[in-house]
Structure formats: structure tokens, C-alpha cells
């Protein structure tokens, strides 16, 4: 029954993709799961000042993966060892 259960799930989420064009959407909670290396303040401050794009339904947020990891490719420096570098973490 439950292995029933999970492979309609999955089936919707793929169902889903597609519809979507690709788009997966992920809550804030998944978000900071997925994402480690982003913090709540972090996340908050980046859709704040426009660097992530949030969908808002009702209260809730959902952020498309694909901003988010473009979002830290974009965060991503070279440090070389005679370089100090001032950077504001995410």
C-alpha cells in the first residue's frame, strides 16, 4: 500500500515538472534543507533586496531551484592566498 502511495507521488512530481516547463518549487523550509550553505536571514535578505525571486502564494513562499542555484553561482569567488577579501556570506 504505502509503495502504491509513493509511486503516485512520484509520478504527480513528475507530471508536475513537466507542466511546469522544468519548474520545480520549493518552500522556504525545503529551501534552507536542500540549500545548507543559505540561512533563513540570508534568504530573507536576498529576496529583500531582489536577488531571488519568490512565488508568493498566500502566505507562503516557494522559490524556483533554478533561481536559487543560479543565486549561488553568482555568490561564488576565487580567493587567492596573498588576496584578502571582504565578502558578506550568504
Do not use: H
Not at 498566500?58 to 571582504?86: M, P
Request: cysteine-free; glycine content about 6%.
Amino acid at each position: 500500500m504505502l509503495i502504491e502511495i509513493g509511486t503516485i507521488i512520484n509520478k504527480y512530481q513528475k507530471q508536475n515538472e513537466v507542466n511546469n516547463g522544468g519548474q520545480i518549487l520549493l518552500k522556504t523550509k525545503e529551501v534552507l534543507n536542500r540549500y545548507p550553505a543559505i540561512s533563513n536571514y540570508g534568504l530573507n535578505e536576498a529576496i529583500k533586496n531582489g536577488f531571488i525571486p519568490v512565488v508568493k502564494i498566500g502566505k507562503l513562499n516557494y522559490f524556483d531551484v533554478k533561481d536559487i542555484e543560479k543565486y549561488l553561482a553568482s555568490n561564488k569567488i576565487v580567493v587567492n592566498e596573498n588576496e584578502k577579501v571582504n565578502k558578506k556570506y550568504v
